[in-house]
């Protein structure tokens, strides 16, 4: 089966390389329409499509086989849904936000606004998070030892 698998992508590359070398210029106007580009693409979609498949799959069996797994999975969801739920009330619908959009061309909503806030909210707290579990270990076996 691994010898397989890498056949068919040694073959994809060797495509890929083919089609790359295939491109049209960057000065031709009609250059988003022509075949290599296309192929290119259908391949990149086709990658995606099996590292999506094997992910979620390798994933959820990994998920139901192992004993207590379940159980952290569903504590992470819902500190995710309680991350989200704080990010949503501290974010605002600025009307001011409202206004200078529509004067630029945008049309937006208040609810608009508010759903972009949060998820810079929720973007900001998980980064810091981030960070804080990245250095707190580290500290702590520098000052442990």
Request: no cysteine; charged share 10%; hydrophobic share 60%.
């Amino acid at each position: 089966m691994n010898k397989i698998i890498k056949i068919i992508l040694i073959v994809i590359g060797l495509v890929a390389a083919v089609l790359w070398f295939s491109l049209p210029s960057a000065d031709d106007p009609d250059a988003i329409n022509s075949g290599a580009m296309n192929f290119m693409f259908i391949i990149m979609y086709l990658l995606l499509a099996i590292a999506v498949v094997t992910a979620l799959f390798f994933g959820l069996s990994k998920l139901f086989t192992t004993p207590g797994s379940i159980k952290k999975a569903l504590f992470a969801l819902g500190g995710l849904a309680i991350v989200v739920a704080i990010s949503y009330g501290l974010s605002s619908n600025n009307m001011a936000v409202v206004e200078t959009m529509s004067q630029r061309g945008i049309e937006t909503t208040e609810g608009t606004v508010k759903n972009i806030g949060m998820g810079l909210n929720v973007f900001f707290i998980l980064t810091a998070v981030a960070v804080v579990l990245m250095i707190f270990p580290g500290l702590k076996r520098m000052f442990v030892k």
